[in-house]
């Protein structure tokens, strides 16, 4: 069954901890992605990677880190950094190679704050 | 950077009328325009995508046009149904200068009452 997984679906923290979010695929893709979803928005891109070992931030990247150590994996953690943490947040894919835009998502992890 | 505007942000139609959203964008080297489907809960679907090239693409009731020289696309649903209901969102991207990264408008609210 190919697709991309995030785990956990919700995810609970207290104010000052770092949290780390979970993004796996099995499709091969080159390039990975992070956005941020909150109520009544649009998506927000916090950082992609589109090779491995590489990353870029994105239009709100601070108070967030990530790494790319597998093609399969781009986890991203949450620090104590992030003034607004709680949001849904939405990993994706893209197949790489140039003219290739299609990008797949996860079903998202729900991150509360407290 | 790219801003994407979407309206409305709320429609209600009734079952086998026809559904248009519309969106904008500032930069005009975007090139690729992908619309997404989101079901409460879940990860947005890529649904249709149209590309510069273009001017109008169909998938079954699905169609979406783009007029380059106004920096406009549109999503047209036709014959809607009850499954139709989702937050549907708008996505434009400039490519490669921006790792094939999306900006997204903030989303309709369709319903479609039977």
């Known amino acids: 069954d190919g697709g991309i997984t995030q785990s956990p679906k919700y995810l609970f923290r207290k104010e000052g901890q770092n949290v780390t979010l979970s993004c796996e695929q099995n499709?091969?893709?080159?390039?990975m992605y992070w956005y941020r979803q909150d109520p009544g928005q649009g998506l927000r891109l916090i950082y992609y990677?589109?090779?491995?070992?590489?990353?870029q931030k994105g239009d709100i990247a601070e108070g967030y880190s990530v790494s790319r150590e597998k093609k399969e994996s781009f986890p991203l953690t949450v620090t104590s950094a992030q003034k607004n943490p709680t949001a849904f947040y939405l990993c994706?894919?893209?197949?790489?190679?140039?003219?290739?835009?299609?990008?797949?998502f996860g079903p998202g992890t729900r991150l509360t704050v407290t | 950077g790219e801003n994407v505007e979407q309206h409305p942000s709320t429609l209600s139609v009734q079952e086998g009328d026809s559904a248009v959203i519309k969106c904008t964008y500032s930069?005009?080297?975007?090139?690729?325009f992908p619309w997404y489907k989101q079901e409460l809960g879940k990860g947005p679907q890529l649904i249709i995508d149209?590309?510069?090239?273009?001017g109008e693409k169909k998938d079954q009731r699905i169609a979406v046009t783009l007029n380059k020289t106004a920096k406009h696309f549109s999503l047209h649903i036709t014959e809607t149904q009850p499954e139709d209901s989702a937050v549907y969102f708008c996505?434009?991207?400039?490519?490669?200068?921006?790792?094939?990264?999306?900006?997204f408008g903030k989303g309709t609210s369709l319903l479609v009452t039977p």
């Open positions: 994706a894919s893209r197949p790489g190679g140039g003219g290739l835009h299609e990008q797949y």
């Open positions: 499709l091969n893709h080159d390039a």
């Open positions: 990677s589109q090779i491995v070992n590489d990353f």
């Open positions: 930069d005009s080297a975007s090139n690729y």
């Open positions: 149209i590309r510069s090239n273009v």
């Open positions: 996505a434009a991207s400039i490519g490669s200068n921006s790792g094939y990264a999306l900006n």
